[in-house]
């Protein structure tokens, strides 16, 4: 059967968009036709929406979730908000999607198709070479950075046993150190945008912990950046997506972080802690809470997303390489 493509509305892909993504594996709530309407309607700037559909017999069997901006393609989105780009193919369609793809924007004015955060599992990496080279377009292919994550186990001491010698010493000494030296509690929280006055001041703590944690996540928060924060929240608290957990020490909120939760995987979007409890490690202590509580849910996965930073690889992290591509004509 032939595919066919064509450029659609988010009202008229939404339902299909959904439907298509419940296929996939390695589902991501990047992915989801939430999180880019969301961004499109708060961060696009002058560009052009290009979604591009791909159905056989009139079924959505592939995504190109596209955009233009003078005179380049790319996905919608940057790589400060999203940790993932990638197009949405039915298994098995990739032979399908894409050389139909080159074909739809061949025609097309562009002079750079840009295609950021493409983790290394994605078919894109086999497939855009060759096709490429048959067009007679260049690419450029380059490491962007890496999103460490891990597999996991079933139970919490089996995850012990897979850390290194080192590392699960240091976890438990610090759990240790945690509980002799501070009352303390953590946990998720239950507020909801249909309490606004709650929902909104458990958001404000998470940013003031996020602000102070370092000096890099300060200047990240930007009043467009946290808008699109609430939004986000706002959007995905009613299906149980958003996760928001705080550490309290001494009745004091002293380290949150941002998950979601979605097929199957638990994302540590963002998260902060008050530098005065360093000593305790409060902030992977937290990180370190949430893994387990998605171990005890059945979670298949953690990822850590985007970013190098050490207390990734003391909880067991194995780097997911991200790459640029850079089509040219």
Known sequence: MVVTTAQESFKELWGDWEDLLSECTGQRVFQTPTWHHLWWTEMNGDAELRLTSFREGGKLVGLAPLMSRNGCLSFLGDTDLWDYHDFVIAPGKDPEFFPTLFKAIDPQPWNEFTLTSVPETSCSLDYLPGLCKAYGYTLEQV????????MLPSTWEEYLSLLSKKDRH?????????????DFKWYGCTSSPEDPDAFNRDLMDFFNLMAQSRAEKEAFLTPDREAFFRRMAAKLAGSGVFRLFFMEVEGHRVAAAICFDYGGTRFLYNSGYNPDYSRLSVGLLLNAMSLRQAIEEGKTYFDFLRGNEPYKYDLGAKDVQLYRMVIRR
């Open 143 to 150: 490491p962007e950075d890496v999103a460490p994550g891990l």
């Open 170 to 182: 240091e976890l438990r000494r610090k759990l240790r150190r945690l509980e002799s030296q501070a």
